[in-house]
């Protein structure tokens, strides 16, 4: 045996000590495996800590260790500590390896002994596995300084300007016409009520202007390749039918167009717009876009009055869909969410009985730019209501539709209730079921909504409706609630109803993240590399996440994220290059006979034939190391790093104690 | 060591067809390269010999074996294991003796069953149901018959083993070849291989040596290749959608089979370092379906009728899980 | 301890999504039948077929393979492969005679630490009904010449199925 093996059990104070013997597991350790090369075996309470650590250094040194397994938590916590301990004492790092005996064991396990057993069992797979391993060295790429940004609203906005302003170039995509995001299309933020225009716009601005900056507007991402530090990616820029050359944005184009439109997405369907439109006064870029789907020439082949009238020719109908290819080493994903639908909720009425409005639909009533000139009245655009109820929670904290809080909707519905309030003197009532006002200064606004007036039933509402029992219902709408608080069921007509509805994941977060390689939660939401201190970084390096993309949040966590991830990428290119894993396939030469049969497996084209040759050769740039030609070919002729055959089996063997002392017979 | 100056040579078929022996005496006048540099002192094939003169040898006085046919029953565990002892230089010959070949497929019954199947079928008329003893007592005493065991093995799991000479049978010109080499390392002019090594073959795969084009594979459809025609003369049999054992078979046959229309089935075994040679087939032909829903591969992997035999044609008792579930529960 | 059957099975993970299921699991302290002992892959798409070999051959009593949900795949598709690869692994190892229940195949995203927790529990009372595997360990093969006894009994003795 010419390995020198150290075991070191951790006790991680109680957490694993306290279901496994960890004492035990050492002392068998040293004992039954001594003839794989266990040379010392220790139990301490934090292995992961500065002393820990030390111990294993001190051990490397004084006993010349060859291999360490250290049997603690999880590798995805504490692989690189360890790691780095033993490069501190000159051991190669991957000659170490994490046996899990607390997420794996300690922590899912109750009974002592069973824990303690199977203890033994994941420290002689790690401890034959280790002596398998082979010493291997990161891989270094350079890291490209460009950075794309997909999403343009406030949390995209925020984090291509940190980088912008560090002096890096940003590509910020968008896939409607401006940027600004569902920010843009709200009257106030609270909780302090500054006009959501006043605050975003100047940021829209510095970002359509910045010369770090570039802006693609009306443009998905349809491809990307590679990897951290290294991607290159396909951006699909829409045929806007404009020359953004030429254009000025003086919508004359505008005004003369003769096609009017219902504009469901930035007026939520309350307005209008023309089919060549800019979705709102301070748009960014401020080029129009011509509605394909709505346009005459485009329906009939006539028309054109915007070409006609265009003061500097920009109208070009003949405008095709161009592909851009960018190389960029970080890639941030800000790309919010979608409102929950409130026809959904089909006993609220929504989309059956007109004064009933999504929240959305009332910040465009209330907004001074909107389709009433924030005027807040009814469906038929002139009465003002003299009462109006706000619902909570539509949609979210509902085991019929999404079991999480949506976070915003509570301080949304006092936000409304005080607009109403204070525009139109409305009786109001809040319909919630908990009121959530946790954060700076939310609390105090709902303190002073209270102290405004407004009323407020604990209770979920069981319905909206127009079928009056009593003569004070007749012409209003209804709304049938449990009062948790008074204990009864109430019955309160009012002339609108607000819903207050909850935030979703957008429609195609799914294939939105199958392209950039990076996975959702159950509910949707995109997967953050750790909820507590990672919450900005994705599996995938390279990729990260910022605003509701990654769930639920108010603007102010929105901006704090975009600005952290910007932080991650800066971090990331100025260290200027980036170490892969050295997890990579091999072909061996001799050994392959050119079946091809590798060459359909791998989606990151790392495999090329080289019919000169007869043989197949992995790219090892372009190889992410997962390892499925390995265990697909059939001459055995590829091999992969940190994952070898060998160390596998070996592992398999260990588990299965194959490998302890032999018994003489 | 030697009677006649020469070194002694020794060929034996345990549990085998006689195939073997046929491409030694395949070899044209090598055969006689063979006589005129060894002594041939045990070869029940091609002359007389007695078990007792092998036990009556000194312990090492057999400079080459060449000992084809798996271990399937008390006889050839003991003569497998005489010959080790009497021999210097041990020889797996042949698939059966490397990893149970065809005799090895019956390690998918239980001994019962292949006692039963012989003396009990439809051919076979066995109104009385008897069944042969492996002892029986007759006026000059008692008769022993070899008694049959659970299971086939291949000879390694039984002796310690020198070489490996796979194929079913070894080719003619790989005999030849190994042969020529041993006369050298007894004139002193080459050196043995490191024991434990495959000779007599290559180290790639059937693939490297055959002539069809490939491609990227993507099978739709797996079919039995007489199903097929026609069959495309140049173009990869696995690419056509025949279940072709060639991408995991080890090279030195010259890709015969896939050369004259015939897919691979797999005689030379696994390519070196293969742990276990069914699961490259198994994953070789998975990584070609091109499906993603598992009705539709299912549907695919309906094609090959027998998977069990497919990817263990040859070496089923060379293999990880050696035999039947059923093999191995005879008491 | 009860005298009740206890199965060894060893269960492969992907690194991406069902390691990081079990991690949660753990984090989250959820309990689950400790027979099943892990070992980490990059992705299930490294999964040889050997290696289920290898570990029915050498005394688990199951196999569990878990990998990221179909199309959610880490490196995009290889889980794929990994299906493809296990229902042909699956069709050998029926004519070999092993329960097709043995070897499980299971996907489980990173935040699906409460389905890999009761899978594997579900996996573990499968085993359970199935029973031992033992694999080649009824006895040792067949006896030898040497010591005169033979280990199976042929003629009058000998079972034959009807």
Known sequence: MTEKIGVYVCHCGSNIAGVVDVEDVAKWAAEKLGHQGVVVARDYKFMCSSLGQELIEKDIKELGLTRVVVAACSPHLHEKTFRIAAQNAGLNPYLVELASIREQVSWVHTDKAVATAKSKAVVSGAVSRVIENAPLDEIKVPINPNTLVVGGGIAGIQSALEIANAGFHVYLVEREPSIGGHMAQFDKTFPTLDCSACILTPRMVEAGTHPNITLLTWSEVVNVAGYVGNFNVTIKKKARFINEELCTGCGICQEKCPKKVIDDVYEAGLGYRKAVYTPFAQAVPNFPVMDKENCIYFEKGTCKACEKFCPTNAIDFNQQDELINIDVGNIVLATGYDLFDARRVSNYGYGRLPNVFTSLEFERLSNAAGPTTGNIVLRDGKTVPKSVGIIHCVGSRDRNFNNYCSVICCMQGLKFAHLVHERTGATVYNFYIDMRTAYKAYDEFYQRVLEEGTLFVRGKVAEVTDAARYSNERGKLIIQTEDTLAGKQRRIPVDMVILSSGLEPRHDAREVGKLFGISCSMDGWFTEKHPKLDPVSTMTEGIYIVGCAQGPKDIPSSVAQGAAASARVLDKILQKEVALEPIKATVNKEMCSGCRICNGLCPFNAIAFLADDNVSEINPALCQGCGTCVAACPAGAISGTGFSNEQIIAQIDGLLMRNLEPVEA | ?331 | MTDQFEPTIIGFTCNWCSYRASDLAGTARMKYAPNVRLIRLMCSGRLDPTFVLRALSEGADGVMITGCHPGECHYIEQNYKALRRFLLLRRVLTGLGIEPGRVKLVWASAAEGARFASETTTFVEEIRKLGPLNWGKDDDGPQTADDGKSSIVHGQEMEVPA
Not at chain 2, 2 to 10: R, V
Not at chain 2, 29 to 46: G, T
Request: proline share 7%; glycine share 8%.
């Open chain 2, 1 to 331: 060591m030697t009677t006649n100056g020469k070194p002694k040579f020794a060929m034996y078929w345990a549990a085998s067809c006689g195939g073997c022996e046929i491409a030694v005496l395949n070899t044209h006048e090598k055969i006689l390269d063979v006589d005129a540099n060894f002594d041939v002192v045990f070869w029940p094939v091609a002359m007389d010999a007695k078990y007792k003169d092998v036990e009556a040898m000194e312990d090492g006085s057999i400079l080459l074996t060449l000992f084809n046919g798996g271990i399937r029953n008390d006889e050839n565990e003991h003569l497998a294991k005489l010959l080790r002892q009497k021999s210097k230089i041990m020889v797996a010959f042949g698939s059966c003796a490397c990893e149970g070949c065809i005799p090895g497929l019956a390690n998918l019954s239980p001994v019962g069953d292949i006692v039963h199947t012989a003396y009990n079928t439809i051919t076979t008329d066995n109104p009385n149901e008897i069944y042969p003893r492996t002892s029986y007592d007759v006026p000059e005493g008692e008769l022993h018959i070899p008694t049959l065991a659970k299971v086939l093995r291949p000879l390694e799991q039984v002796v310690d083993v020198d070489y490996f000479m796979p194929g079913c049978p070894p080719e003619s010109h790989q005999i030849a070849a190994v042969i020529d080499l041993v006369i050298k390392v007894v004139k002193g002019e080459a050196e043995l291989p490191p024991k434990g090594a495959v000779i007599g073959a290559g180290d790639s795969t059937v693939c490297d040596e055959c002539p069809r084009a490939r491609n990227v594979k993507l099978i739709k459809e797996f079919t039995r290749i007489q199903d097929i025609a026609p069959v495309d003369p140049d173009l990869c049999l696995l690419e056509q959608g025949i279940p072709c054992n060639g991408p995991a078979t080890r090279s030195g046959c010259m890709a015969r089979c896939p050369g004259v229309g015939a897919q691979c089935i797999g005689c030379y075994g696994p390519a070196e370092g293969v742990m276990d040679y069914g699961a490259r087939l198994i994953t070789a032909f998975s990584s070609v379906i091109d499906a993603t829903e598992p009705e539709e591969i299912d549907r695919i992997l309906d094609g090959i009728p027998d998977p069990t035999g497919q990817v263990y044609r040859f070496n089923l008792a060379g293999s990880l899980l050696k035999a039947n579930r059923d093999a191995w529960k005879v008491k």
